[in-house]
C-alpha cells in the first residue's frame, strides 16, 4: 500500500514547524548568563566557586581560585556574546509574546534564603504581625505566600527594588487599617545561611531589607527614608525569636 | 534525502481525535482560572497590573520602551482590573472551548504585557503556560469538549481528525523543560561532591517551603532527601529518552530487546508517573502556587487520543459513546 502523496501546504508546515523547533533549541541552550566580578559578590556565588574550585585542585586542576573565577568570568562572557548575535533578533518577538526557553528551575538551591517579617509598633514596641510559617503571626500571610508577591520579594534579594519598597508600603497601608493604633510598620526579611547536615551549622541570622513606614496625616503608610532608620544590628539568636529585635 | 524529509513531513502531518489535546486546554484552563481567581480573592490585582502610579508595583511607566498596553490605555486602578477581568474572560473562552484559537492567541498577548509591566511577578511556569497556550492557539484544541463542538454537533458536523503536531510540539517542550532544567543543575548541592543535599537546602528556604522541614536534618529524613535529590537530577536529564519509548511503542512490530523491553514494562508510562509523583511532592512540600498543576494538566499531551477516548467511555459508563470520526 502506498502513502498518499503530500501537499505542498504539508511542506510548508512542516518547515515551518521544524523552524519553531530550532528557534526552541537554540534558546533553551544553557549558555550561561554573564558573569562579573559583581556576581561574585553573593555570598552563594562566592561559596559555589570555593566549592568547585575546591573540588577541581583536589583533582589537579592548577589555577588559583582568582585564576579560576577571571576564567569563567571570560569563558562565560564569550559564549554570551556569540549567543547574544543570533538571540537578539528574536527578543522582540519573545517579548511581545512573553514566551522563553529559560528553564533553570533550582540550578543553585537558595542557601542564604529570607524570611519575610512585618512589624508594627504599639506603645512603643515592635509587634510581629506575619512571619512566614509562623502560626502566630499570619497577618497577610496568604498574600506573601502567592508565588506573585514572593516574586516580587525575591526580587530584591540583592538590592531593594522600587517595586519591593511600594509593596511593603501596601502591606503597612493594611496594618495601619487593621491596628488603628499602631504608629509605625516595618517591613523587612530575615536572612538566615542553610547548611547540609555534613557542613558545620550555622545558626546566625540578620536582618535586611529593612523599611520603616510611619502614619502620615492622612493616615497612610509613608516610607521613613533609609537615612533617618537606626541601624539592624546583626543577631545571633535562633530565628525562632525573633519578635523583638532593633527598635 | 528527500526520503528523510518525506518521512519527516508525513510525521507532522499525522492526525488524531482532539480529545488529548481538549483535555490539556481544559485542564490548563481551569488551572489558570483558579491563579487569577485567587489573585482577586487575595486582593492583590491592583498590585499586580497597576503601574505604581495607579497603586501598583510596576514602574512600566517610567521605562523608556513600555507596552502597548499601557500606551494605549490610561494608568488607572480600573484599567489594571479590565486588564484582569479580560484576561479572566480569554481563560473561560479556553476552558469552554468558544473561539478557542483566537482567545489562546489573545491571551498570550494580553498576558504577556502583565508579565513586561511587572516581570518580578512573573515566574517560570507562566512563560511555560504561554508556550503551550501559543501551541493551542495554532491546534484543533477545540474541537472537542466545547462550545464550538457543541455547536458543530448541532449544525450536523461531526467531530473531524486535527493535526497531532501541535500535542507533539507539547510533549516536546515539556521534554526540552526537564531537561534544560537537569543539565543546568550545576549547584554544588545537587552534586555528589556536594552530598545531594540541594533538596534539603531548598525545603529549608522558608519563603517557599509549605512547612517547616527543619527535621529533615536527622536520619533517615536526610538521606531521603539524598535519594530525591539524585533522582531528579537523573530523571530530568535522561527525560529525552522518553522519545525512545514512546518511538518504541510506535513500531512494536520492529526488532530489539530494548524494544520489546520497554514495550512489555511500558516504560513511557513510567517516565510519566515518575513525573507525576514528583510534581505532587512539590505540591505537598513546597508553596509553588499552579506549578505542579499546571505541569500536570500539561501532562495530558502524554496521553494518546485512544487511550483518552477508553478512559473517558469509562467514566461516562458507556461502551458506544465514541464520537465518529471523519476520514
Not at chain 2, 520602551?65 to 490605555?73: E, K, N, R, T
Request: hydrophobic share 45%.
Amino acid at each position: 500500500m502506498t502513502s498518499p502523496a503530500l501537499t505542498p501546504w504539508q511542506h510548508i508546515r512542516t518547515a515551518l514547524v521544524t523552524v519553531v523547533l530550532a528557534t526552541a533549541l537554540f534558546v533553551a541552550a544553557p549558555v550561561p548568563q554573564r558573569v562579573t566580578e559583581k556576581t561574585y559578590r553573593s555570598p552563594v556565588a562566592k561559596a559555589e566557586l570555593a566549592r568547585w574550585h575546591g573540588f577541581l585542585s583536589s583533582v589537579g586542576w592548577p589555577d588559583t581560585q582568582d585564576e579560576f573565577k577571571l576564567r569563567i568570568i571570560r569563558t562565560t562572557n564569550a559564549i554570551r556574546d556569540v549567543y547574544d548575535v543570533f538571540d537578539t533578533p528574536m527578543r522582540p518577538l519573545r517579548r511581545w509574546t512573553g514566551t522563553n526557553q529559560a528553564w533553570a528551575l533550582f540550578a543553585v538551591p537558595d542557601s542564604t534564603p529570607d524570611r519575610p517579617e512585618l512589624q508594627i509598633k504599639q506603645h512603643g514596641e515592635w509587634v510581629t504581625v506575619m512571619r512566614r510559617l509562623d502560626p502566630d503571626a499570619r497577618f497577610l500571610h496568604e498574600q506573601f505566600t502567592y508565588r506573585r508577591i514572593r516574586g516580587v520579594v525575591g526580587g530584591s534579594s540583592k538590592r531593594i527594588l522600587p517595586s519591593y519598597t511600594a509593596l511593603g508600603q501596601w502591606a503597612a497601608d493594611k496594618a495601619f487599617l487593621q491596628w488603628p493604633d499602631a504608629t509605625a510598620v516595618r517591613f523587612r526579611q530575615e536572612r538566615s545561611h542553610t547548611t547540609a547536615p555534613h557542613e558545620k551549622p550555622d545558626p546566625k541570622t540578620f536582618y535586611r531589607a529593612v523599611k520603616i513606614y510611619e502614619r502620615s496625616p492622612e493616615g497612610h503608610a509613608a516610607p521613613v527614608p533609609a537615612k533617618q532608620q537606626r541601624p539592624e544590628q546583626a543577631r545571633t539568636e535562633p530565628a525562632d525569636d525573633a519578635d523583638g529585635g532593633a527598635p | 534525502m528527500m526520503q528523510r524529509w518525506n518521512q519527516w513531513v508525513r510525521f507532522w502531518s499525522h492526525t488524531e481525535h482532539p480529545i488529548s489535546l481538549a483535555v490539556v486546554r481544559i485542564s490548563l484552563g481551569l488551572v489558570l482560572l483558579s491563579d487569577f481567581l485567587q489573585m482577586a480573592w487575595l486582593d492583590v490585582v491592583t498590585l499586580l497590573f497597576a503601574p505604581a502610579e495607579a497603586g501598583g508595583l510596576s514602574n512600566v511607566l517610567s521605562r523608556e520602551s513600555m507596552g502597548w498596553w499601557y500606551q494605549v490605555m490610561p494608568a488607572t486602578e480600573a484599567t489594571a482590573h479590565l486588564h484582569w477581568a479580560l484576561l479572566v474572560g480569554l481563560i473561560l473562552m479556553i476552558t469552554f472551548g468558544a473561539f478557542t484559537r483566537t482567545a489562546a492567541l489573545a491571551m498570550v498577548l494580553l498576558w504577556a504585557q502583565q508579565a513586561d509591566a511587572l516581570n518580578l511577578s512573573d515566574r517560570g511556569i507562566d512563560t511555560l503556560c504561554r508556550n503551550v497556550l501559543l501551541i493551542l492557539a495554532f491546534s484543533g484544541a477545540g474541537r472537542w469538549g466545547s462550545i464550538e463542538a457543541w455547536w458543530r454537533k448541532r449544525k450536523g458536523t461531526t467531530i473531524s481528525k486535527v493535526s497531532a503536531w501541535p500535542r507533539y510540539l507539547i510533549i516536546g517542550q515539556l521534554v526540552l523543560m526537564y531537561f534544560t532544567a537537569g543539565i543546568q543543575k550545576i549547584g554544588f548541592h545537587w552534586t555528589p561532591m556536594g552530598h545531594f543535599s540541594a533538596l534539603y537546602i531548598a525545603l529549608q528556604d522558608a519563603a517557599i517551603a509549605r512547612f517547616d522541614w527543619s527535621h529533615l536534618r536527622n536520619q533517615p529524613w536526610y538521606f531521603l532527601t539524598q535519594v530525591g535529590t539524585s533522582t531528579t537530577v537523573v530523571w530530568q536529564i535522561a527525560y529525552p529518552l522518553v522519545f525512545l519509548w514512546y518511538w518504541y511503542k510506535r513500531t512494536p512490530d520492529r526488532p530489539g530487546r530494548l524494544r520489546a523491553f520497554s514495550n512489555r514494562m511500558h516504560l513511557h508510562l513510567w517516565w510519566i508517573a515518575i513525573g507525576a509523583i514528583f510534581h505532587l511532592l512539590l505540591a505537598i512540600t513546597l508553596e509553588l502556587g499552579i506549578f505542579p498543576w499546571a505541569m500536570l494538566a500539561m501532562y495530558a499531551a502524554f496521553i494518546e487520543p485512544k487511550e483518552a477516548m477508553w478512559a473517558w467511555r469509562r467514566v461516562r459508563g458507556d461502551e458506544s459513546s465514541e464520537q465518529p470520526l471523519a476520514a
